[in-house]
């Protein structure tokens, strides 16, 4: 195996050959813009996936547990709540569909009553919050999204009014007025526009509810991804009177919509490198050609067939290696300047972001680098095995 080495860097500093110089340095450039591109655009999609998620479970609780005709004496269940193992902190809610009056128009909205005191310790809205904290929140005041501010001018201190509707009651009390108490930006668009926040006690006179009914009860967990096994356990628990859907489950076709396209754009970068090893085959193919008499004088002094297919296998696998190593250097280098120095700018009034998010994890490039070493592989399979069955005494009549 050592002359087999040592001929394949032989053939692959071919500094006499010219020719074979420039070709050996294509196919390396190949694979690594290859390679390069692969870890970016994976980085990059990594990256908005690791955003929404964050976003998406910083603006809802990880799981919710609900019933169609509202959650009564609610108070015992969230006691039974907190005692399940992975249950860091509860917080009731009651939710409904009601509409902003604004210029003679009516727009439908999503309102969310909450309890001041325990909802921060649930989502991430004091983060949202422009100043201030949920717990602050007072019953006549309402917390909106910084689209919806936008789009229809309010600022902190400003009076709207909300329409509940199908009250059950006639004449007065279907109309509610609130003073703008607090804008956030959770950097979800839907969110932002659409849902309103509210105290419990508003929430519950509004749709007319006692006040120990409510929609549901949130639950935050020490750890996000055991959100499947704290349903089994709550479902044991309580049993399977209850609706309860965890944060994946909400947003269940949105993440296998962002998992499809990260892994077709894995198969269509890889096509990059497939094209790429392309070269490798033909730089062994124009190597073999110009190295018959070569190879026949070697056979000649007794070097085995396996011998002859070791020494362009090993030459392929290095021009393969090379590439590999230099994309990876290229290709980790860069994502890291995009996440520190953000370079592209996006637009705000599109993405909800003002910079591409990045994020390498070691799974990602580890697949990147195997499926560019596979394919490398693969490419000198044919022009070994070519090399390996040329006859010593023809190679040398016809060199």
Partial sequence: ???????????????????????????????????????????????????????????????????????????????????????????????????????????????????????????????????????????????????????????????????????????????????????????MYDYDMNLIIVSLAQAQAIFHVGPDVVTGIGLKLKNPETASQVKADIYNILGYSFLVRTWMEQNANFFAALALEKIAMFIILTLIV????????????????????????????????????AIFTIQGLAIGLSGTFWGFALGVGLSLLLKKYHFVELPQDIYYIKHLPVLIQASDVGCIVGAAMAITYAATIYPAFKASRLEPVEALRYA
């Fill in 1 to 187: 195996m050592g002359f087999s080495i040592w001929m394949a860097f032989r053939y692959l500093n071919a500094k006499k050959d010219k020719f074979l110089a420039v070709i050996n340095f294509v196919s390396v450039a190949g694979i690594t813009i290859g390679v390069a591109a692969l870890i970016i655009v994976i980085g990059v999609m990594s990256g908005f996936d690791h955003d929404l998620r964050e976003k998406i479970v910083g603006a809802n609780a990880h799981v919710s547990v609900e019933r169609e005709s509202g959650l009564k004496q609610y108070k015992e269940l969230d006691g039974k709540l907190k005692d399940v193992a992975g249950v860091t902190a509860t917080t009731p809610y009651v939710h409904g569909n009601v509409f902003l009056e604004s210029t003679q128009r009516a727009v439908s909205l999503i309102l969310r009553g909450v309890n001041p005191a325990t909802e921060g310790s649930v989502t991430k809205i004091d983060q949202y919050l422009d100043k201030g904290r949920i717990a602050d929140l007072k019953d006549n005041e309402v917390v909106i999204g910084s689209q919806l501010a936008s789009f229809y001018g309010y600022q902190p201190g400003d009076e709207l009014t909300i329409i509940a509707p199908a009250s059950g009651v006639a004449g007065e009390g279907w109309r509610f007025k609130f003073k703008v108490g607090g804008i956030f930006t959770s950097g």
């Fill in 274 to 309: 497939l094209v790429a090893s392309f070269n490798i085959v033909s730089t062994l193919i124009v190597t073999v050609t110009s190295k018959v008499k070569d190879i026949g004088t070697l056979m000649a002094l007794g070097a085995s067939r396996k011998m002859i297919r």
